[in-house]
């Protein structure tokens, strides 16, 4: 399948105050992450809070300047590009966000904010091409003629997200990059929201990359699967792979913690000690290695390569490494 979007060795670097003088510090929120989206499917990122994954996602938008590496979009490098340049990409890559309150502004109807873009990008002929679009737009959301006079806080979490998706939706983008875009709404309600999702990529042939903590939503949506721990990667492979056969530490640990229905089949629930550490001052080696229950001596002075376990199907960890296998 075609490459639509390309993420090459991509660093996201902060600096951090109060650095001694001619010493950089930095907070690594994104440190060395390559990885490819391909045309139509479903790139799901699944981490805990704090890996990283949404500043992943909003570097891919440019809505944080990448501090090295490459991004590719069809092709076209877009990583230096400024904002003007910037306009065009915005109409291949919308983002949906978590909290569809804090991204609508409260004192437009929903008319403005979904013509908004249409009118940013000119993409109207007149008046009534614009009220057109407007409203086609809401009925592919699910949202009806009348809501278009209304203002955000005149609706429930579900339809304000959905308000959202048809914002996005307004540019006819290629990509929707959706950061945690349920996790605000109850679970009735995401089955709702993914549903609809679905129902779009399929009808408007579009891409999505899915950042999320929850594994359960990430499974259910998702093609690929890339699993983030402290800045990286630590697994990246198809879905069913990723779930049913989880080769990192981590991905284990992750993943037993999600209760299958299954009950002839328990799966050991393996704890992991203490929390994610700082991204400040990372642990040397691999990252995972203070958590690990597979830790090596080599894994606390050498970073992993990635090791292709199957096909497509990437780990970081050394103990895929041939000279560390024991059979
Ligand atoms: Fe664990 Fe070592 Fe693998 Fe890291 S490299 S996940 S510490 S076994
Ligand atoms: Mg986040």
């Given at each position: 399948?075609?490459?639509?979007?390309?993420?090459?060795?991509?660093?996201?670097?902060?600096?951090?105050?109060?650095?001694?003088?001619?010493?950089?510090?930095?907070?690594?929120?994104?440190?060395?992450?390559?990885?490819?989206?391909?045309?139509?499917?479903?790139?799901?990122?699944?981490?805990?809070?704090?890996?990283?994954?949404?500043?992943?996602?909003?570097?891919?938008?440019?809505?944080?300047?990448?501090?090295?590496?490459?991004?590719?979009?069809?092709?076209?490098?877009?990583?230096?590009?400024?904002?003007?340049?910037?306009?065009?990409?915005?109409?291949?890559?919308?983002?949906?966000?978590?909290?569809?309150?804090?991204?609508?502004?409260?004192?437009?109807?929903v008319f403005?904010?979904?013509?908004?873009?249409?009118?940013?990008?000119?993409?109207?002929?007149?008046?009534?091409?614009?009220?057109?679009?407007?409203?086609?737009?809401l009925?592919?959301?699910?949202l009806d003629t009348y809501h278009a006079n209304r203002?955000?806080?005149e609706f429930?979490?579900?339809q304000?997200?959905?308000i959202?998706?048809?914002?996005?939706?307004?540019?006819?983008?290629?990509?929707?990059?959706?950061?945690?875009?349920?996790?605000?709404?109850?679970?009735?309600?995401?089955?709702?929201?993914?549903?609809?999702?679905?129902?779009?990529?399929?009808?408007?042939?579009?891409?999505?990359?899915?950042?999320?903590?929850?594994?359960?939503?990430?499974?259910?949506?998702?093609?690929?699967?890339?699993?983030?721990?402290?800045?990286?990667?630590?697994?990246?492979?198809?879905?069913?792979?990723?779930?049913?056969?989880?080769?990192?530490?981590?991905?284990?640990?992750?993943?037993?913690?999600?209760?299958?229905?299954?009950?002839?089949?328990?799966?050991?629930?393996?704890?992991?000690?203490?929390?994610?550490?700082?991204?400040?001052?990372?642990?040397?080696?691999?990252?995972?290695?203070?958590?690990?229950?597979?830790?090596?001596?080599?894994?606390?002075?050498?970073?992993?390569?990635?090791?292709?376990?199957?096909?497509?199907?990437?780990?970081?960890?050394?103990?895929?490494?041939?000279?560390?296998?024991?059979?």
């Amino acid at each position: 399948k075609d490459v639509l979007l390309k993420v090459d060795d991509l660093k996201v670097y902060y600096p951090v105050s109060g650095a001694s003088i001619g010493k950089k510090d930095y907070v690594k929120a994104v440190d060395g992450v390559s990885f490819e989206v391909r045309k139509g499917e479903v790139f799901g990122i699944v981490g805990e809070s704090g890996c990283g994954k949404s500043t992943l996602g909003r570097a891919i938008c440019k809505l944080e300047q990448p501090t090295a590496g490459k991004i590719f979009l069809d092709g076209e490098e877009i990583t230096g590009y400024n904002n003007k340049k910037m306009r065009s990409v915005r109409k291949k890559v919308q983002m949906v966000f978590q909290d569809p309150y804090a991204s609508l502004n409260p004192r437009m109807s929903v008319f403005s904010i979904v013509a908004e873009p249409l009118k940013v990008h000119k993409l109207y002929k007149d008046q009534a091409d614009l009220e057109k679009k407007v409203i086609d737009l809401l009925h592919r959301v699910g949202l009806d003629t009348y809501h278009a006079n209304r203002y955000p806080h005149e609706f429930s979490g579900g339809q304000r997200q959905r308000i959202g998706i048809a914002r996005a939706l307004a540019v006819e983008p290629q990509l929707i990059i959706a950061d945690e875009p349920v996790s605000a709404l109850d679970v009735s309600i995401q089955a709702q929201v993914l549903n609809l999702l679905n129902e779009l990529k399929k009808d408007l042939n579009l891409t999505y990359i899915f950042v999320a903590h929850d594994l359960s939503v990430v499974e259910y949506i998702s093609d690929r699967v890339g699993v983030m721990y402290l800045g990286n990667f630590v697994e990246v492979g198809d879905k069913d792979k990723i779930y049913s056969n989880p080769m990192h530490p981590y991905t284990q640990a992750l993943l037993s913690a999600v209760p299958i229905p299954d009950p002839e089949a328990p799966r050991e629930r393996i704890l992991l000690s203490g929390s994610i550490p700082s991204a400040h001052k990372p642990p040397a080696g691999c990252k995972f290695h203070t958590r690990c229950p597979k830790c090596m001596e080599c894994c606390k002075s050498i970073p992993p390569e990635r090791y292709e376990v199957d096909e497509g199907h990437y780990v970081y960890c050394h103990l895929y490494d041939d000279r560390n296998k024991t059979v």
